[in-house]
């Protein structure tokens, strides 16, 4: 019996090897991003992009290993799916970052 899980449309829905790897990649990459900014040796901009990455790396980990996004299966819906999603997180983060800028530019600081 294989620890492979496929659909009726033949696509690969993982195994816990896949899972286990997500698992500890997830992890690691979380303590790094952690580790540097609990040192506090590094500097602003360095502990930024680290965070940047390690976030951006663990997007990418979570759908490939856990939520299974391929190029292959159903069509090229998957990749709609995921182009949708990354435009709406864009328009919130976006949305939200030039928020918080225009309150931070024109708060009166007495």
Known sequence: MSDIHTSHDGASHGSYK???????ISIV?????FGVVMVGDFSMPVMMVTIVITAIIQV???????MHLNFKS??????ISFVFTAGILVLIIGGSLWILHNI????MLG
Request: charged share 5%; hydrophobic share 60%.
């Open 60 to 66: 990418l980990v979570q759908l490939v290993l856990f």
């Open 29 to 33: 990459l979380t303590l790094i991003a």
């Open 18 to 24: 896949s899972y286990i790897t997500g698992l500890i």
């Open 74 to 79: 159903e069509g090229g819906w998957n990749v």
């Open 104 to 107: 931070h530019v024109n708060m």
